[in-house]
């Protein structure tokens, strides 16, 4: 019997990163199903305890797990981890695994994990008290920072601010919307990033994301890929900031600011279209195999 296999993502549609997972899977021999999570449903007590897709029970090995969803109400939230939960705790493998999942969604569990691991991270402070917030950075003389959504990608949302004065007015906004903001010191890196793709104990790929347009060197803002070989220290930190998460693959975001390395971010769902074009590598089968060597094992 073949491996039945499902690619888990928020959308009903999958987006061409999950359909290009899809594929590689297919073309190893795996039967693999889409399942968004809005279809999912959930049946417990009384004697019942199983998960459908639709009206049909849902009968899996294993997942890729691509996204819980990134515009949800807690109540969403909540309900999705449940499911979620259930699934891993029948026994289903999932990868990146959910709670690893989850606290790469939180850019600031993200932050306080690695900086527990020795990471270094750059200077961050969250708060929804914003007169500590202002004092606190007037005060560290810090007036170069940037402001980011605690759930955000590909840059959106995050915005540089180079006043206090424009921080409280920015923050009061957003507090007033119940959202915390994160604060960042801006470093002051050239006008690159670098991202690395990891797999298993291995950088698959990596490139420098420049940009001139842009302080954010994401591909989603208009930044150009160039291939980079990762060795040393580099490959070393992307590598250990994957483990320290307990990901499978990730993306690791890292800057250089005078010869020092600052982790910014890790994604546990990361996107590869831009990477795959700038460097020819095929990410999404290097992510069936490892997937696949996991579950089988
Ligand atoms: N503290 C910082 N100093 C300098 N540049 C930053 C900083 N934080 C983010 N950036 C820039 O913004 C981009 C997006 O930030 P990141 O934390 O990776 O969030 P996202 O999830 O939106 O990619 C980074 O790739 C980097 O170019
Ligand atoms: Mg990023």
Redesign the pocket.
């Known amino acids: 019997m073949s491996t039945k296999v499902a690619v888990i993502n928020a959308t009903p549609i999958p987006p061409r990163s999950s359909r290009m997972i899809i594929d590689a899977l297919r073309n190893m021999g795996v039967e693999v199903k889409y399942v968004p999570l809005q279809y999912l449903g959930l049946l417990v007590g009384e004697g019942e305890s199983r998960i459908c897709l639709g009206k049909d029970f849902l009968e899996l090995e294993g997942g890729i797990l691509r996204g819980i969803g990134s515009i949800v109400t807690v109540e969403q939230f909540f309900a999705r981890v449940a499911i979620l939960k259930f699934l891993e705790e029948r026994g289903i493998y999932l990868m990146n695994s959910l709670q690893s999942l989850i606290s790469t969604r939180n850019?600031l569990e993200t932050l306080i994990t690695l900086y527990r691991k020795g990471i270094p991270v750059?200077f961050?402070i969250v708060s929804e008290n914003l007169r500590f917030l202002y004092d606190t950075l007037k005060e560290k003389g810090i007036n170069d920072?940037?402001l980011?959504?605690i759930m955000?990608?590909?840059?959106?949302?995050?915005i540089?601010i180079q006043d206090v004065d424009i921080l409280f007015q920015v923050g009061k906004t957003l507090l007033s919307n119940n959202l915390p903001p994160l604060i960042?010191?801006?470093?002051?890196?050239p006008k690159?990033?670098i991202?690395a793709f990891v797999i298993g104990d291995e950088v698959v790929a990596a490139m420098y994301?420049y940009?001139e347009k842009?302080?954010?060197?994401?591909i989603?803002?208009g930044?150009i890929g160039i291939e980079v070989k990762l060795k040393g220290e580099l490959e070393e930190l992307a590598i250990k900031s994957t483990k320290t998460l307990s990901l499978e693959y990730a993306g690791v975001?890292i800057?250089e600011e005078n010869d020092r390395y600052?982790v910014?971010?890790i994604?546990g769902s990361p996107d590869f279209e831009g990477l795959m074009k700038v460097t020819g590598i095929d990410i999404p089968e290097k992510i069936a195999v490892h997937f696949l060597s996991k579950l089988r094992r």
């Open positions: 850019k750059p961050t920072f940037v980011k959504p955000g990608s590909r840059g959106y949302g995050s540089r960042q010191r801006y470093v002051d890196k690159r990033d991202r994301r940009s842009s302080w954010k060197t994401n989603a803002q930044a975001d800057v600052y910014l971010e994604n």
